[in-house]
């Protein structure tokens, strides 16, 4: 079966940087579309980025663009989120989904499956 499996939350202080990594497996990697959500307490799931089967495509929250990139290592079935610059309200859980499409999406409701998710916390 499908399982993505994220890994690298953890706690820090603003203004520093995380790298989330999900790893997939039970599905060709290099033909799906990957996206990162993140849900904080008491509110719903946000798009956090997307990207494209080749990596040709990327996508970002207005939140995010500039301090966030997504990449992809198709060879080791894994996505990555570079967080820098990171801000109290980054705080939340942060799950990695796949799509059986090659073009991403900033809706959850396209993706087909779903990680566990990873917590972030950014103190001030």
């Known amino acids: 079966q499908v399982q993505l499996v994220e890994s690298g939350g953890g706690s820090v202080q603003a203004g520093g940087s995380l790298r989330l990594s999900c790893a997939a497996s039970?599905?060709?990697?290099?033909?799906?579309?990957m996206g990162w959500f993140r849900q904080a307490p008491g509110k719903e799931r946000d798009f956090v980025a997307t990207i494209s089967w080749n990596g040709g495509s990327t996508y970002y929250a207005d939140s995010v663009k500039g301090r966030f990139t997504i990449s992809r290592d198709n060879a080791k079935d894994t996505v990555y989120l570079q967080m820098n610059s990171l801000k109290p309200e980054d705080t939340a859980v942060y799950s990695c989904?796949?799509?059986?499409?090659?073009?991403?999406?900033?809706?959850?409701?396209?993706?087909?499956?779903w990680g566990q998710g990873t917590q972030v916390t950014v103190s001030s």
């Open positions: 989904a796949a799509r059986n499409r090659r073009g991403g999406g900033t809706m959850a409701n396209v993706y087909n499956y």
């Open positions: 039970g599905l060709t990697f290099s033909s799906v579309a």
